[in-house]
């Protein structure tokens, strides 16, 4: 599809072509020149932000937009839901607070980053192995992963005692985890960033925070890689696994595998927003792994698209700016009346609804959807 | 001797405990494939209807509970038809705009998660703007027993028996009545139980109610133990959750089976720890694993075994 070049940048049109080449596909939305222009505007728009609005608070939503991108993958494209996110989210995140705390140098924080994430996705890739393997599957793997969840938090939540320290760090119990070094990543003594709480100012006229660009820049890697990732052969893989297993299998794909692979992909990147979630607030607390939090992820994604990179990022940004800068008591109220109505009226999703009305597509999005569907609780 | 009787009575308890939160859940799961994530807010909805009645209305104790079971379950068909079934929107909607709305939430087990999990949160902030932050508790009735150097609710006890006789009304009305075996046909093959007259709408509106008025009932029966707090639904839906899945797809059987296995679990790591949390980590683990080696639940297993026998004896 996508030969034609770009004509805005203007360089070598073969490579532009390429790349999008590669970006684009049948399991994403967005794949026209038009919505590339929209996207660099967006991206340009979110750039920008900081001039008129406070990065520092809006990092939050990019942090928590990654792990709407990893249920998205994990659940949208791969078809197993996962309530245990937030396990590999909270994981990554005290992983990253007790290796910075006994090493608190920019050598130490860094490997302590790249720490969360790999015990993160490795705490994905044993779950996904005792599950997977043992032959769990469908709503059971949900329940397993929601049930993972609620162990994790009466686990966290007693921590309290001096018995519970590991190495400089306490656990801390329900108080949770304070005094996690600010964020510096690269090498001490050679060259190091501290990314928190480091307010620089460009040409002395506007100050801004560098965390917001560090998440925005993961954010943006993040949802290109992905793209590439869903749009590949894997990628293609993956979405058989979603609409029908069996038959998957029976062409001689090995679903295990790859349910694993995806599972373990997507823990890694919940522990990654983890980390910066931890890194940001310089704070960890057992509230990570309490059930609304775990609820949230599943939320963000069926609101905004669960088939759909896009939708998870844009409903994970609008509905937490929207839960976290509404005060007073309707909050919660609204925020739950409009999570019946998108749910009910547009199960696909908002971000699927939209784009099938700007491309004029005559498929209803209720019949586009119907994969959680337990189609083969058979065996129970 | 003393602690043997000790673990007894907190076997009992959490018996009682995992059996009561989870009976509602378990009709509704088993029958409609419905996740109700509001389970526990049903739950405070007959809580603080019973505290309300005994309050405000000077009701005794025992009539309030009633009224707040009835209260629950008509709740929970209004619920039904509204949001589960989306009855009421599409009827408006084939008026208005000539087409359905929504569709049902049958068999769709993540919306229907989300779904109520909205409703969740709807509820337990109306709580809180209606009622405050806690409200009165009544006072737990029948005093103690005391054994030793210690005591114990009688109530506790009460609230064991209460759960047993929970589970045989509902194993009388599920397998024992016409309804019952209508409610089984339309879980067992809905287009079939449809074509052969039976009603499958009225009795998933009815079995939601039923759902519903077991939640309400359990609120009721806990209402004086507990704070009277917007989140007391939070500490049932877990267990309730963990119970039915671990129970598998006999309803009643498998709610009273995984009450005593997860009851037991949890009550021994309790006494031996001297933790409940310890004993709710225990349930929670021993869950996970009975749902890795037992996909299809407790009864699940049984009925494995009893069709292998059948097998065996059919080949002789």
Known sequence: MATEPTGSTGTDGGAVARIRGRLEGPNTVGNSRGFWLGFAVAVLALAAFPV??????????????????????????????????????????????????????????????????????????????????????????????????????????????????????????????????????GIEGVASFQFVYNEMSLLGLFAFDPFYYLALGLLLVTYLGLRALVNSDFGRVMVAVREDQDRTRMFGYDVKRIKLLTFTLGGALAALSGVLYAARNVYISPPVFALWFATLPVIWVSVGGRKSLLGAVIATIAIEYFRLSVEGEMALVVLGAMLLVFILALPGGIVPWVAGKLSGSAVPVSELDDADAPAEVSES | MVNGLNLAFQFLDSFAFVVLAAAGLAVIFGIMGVINLAHGEFILFGAYATTKSVTDLGLPLPAAMVVASLLTAGFGVVVERTIISGFVPNWIGQRTVGRDLIEPLYDRLADSMVATFGLSLVMVQSARILFG????????????????????????????????????????????????????????????????????????????????????????????????????????????????????????????????????????????????????????????????????????????????????????
Do not use: C
């Open chain 2, 133 to 316: 932050n806690s409200i009165d508790t009544v006072g737990t009735p029948f005093g103690n027993v005391a054994y030793g150097a210690f005591s114990y609710s009688t109530y506790r006890l009460v609230l064991a028996g209460i759960s047993i006789l929970v589970l045989v009304a509902a194993y009388y009305l599920f397998t024992r009545t016409t309804f019952g075996t209508r409610v089984r046909a339309t879980m067992q093959d809905e287009q079939t139980a449809k074509a052969l007259g039976i009603d499958t709408e009225r009795t998933y509106m009815l079995t939601f109610g039923i759902g519903s008025g077991l939640a309400g009932l359990t609120g009721a029966l806990f209402a004086p133990v507990l704070s009277m707090q917007p989140t007391l639904g939070d500490q049932f839906l877990i267990e309730a959750f963990v119970a039915v899945v671990v129970g598998g797809p006999s309803v009643v059987l498998g709610t009273a089976l995984s009450g005593g296995v997860l009851g037991a679990v949890s009550a021994t790591v309790t006494n031996l720890t001297d933790s409940t949390t310890f004993g709710r980590i225990a349930l929670l683990v021993a869950a996970i694993l009975a749902l890795r080696f037992l996909p299809g639940g407790i009864t699940g297993l049984i009925e494995r075994v009893r069709a292998r026998r059948q097998e065996a004896t059919d080949g002789d």
């Open chain 1, 52 to 185: 008129v609005g406070s990065g520092e608070s809006f990092s939050l939503f990019l942090v928590l937009a990654l792990l709407g991108l990893s249920l998205s993958l994990v659940w949208g494209y791969s078809g197993v839901l996962s309530f245990g996110q937030v396990v590999f989210f909270g994981v990554g995140g005290y992983t990253f607070g007790v290796v910075s705390i006994n090493f608190p140098d920019a050598t130490g924080i860094t490997a302590a980053a790249l720490a969360g994430v790999v015990v993160g996705g490795g705490a994905a890739a044993l779950l996904g192995y005792f599950m997977f393997y043992g032959g769990v599957r469908n709503v059971y793997v949900t329940i397993i992963t929601l049930v993972t969840t609620m162990a994790m938090h009466t686990f966290m939540a007693q921590t309290a005692g001096s018995e519970w320290t590991i190495g400089e760090a306490p656990l801390g119990g329900f108080n949770g985890m304070p005094g996690i070094p600010l964020l510096e990543l």
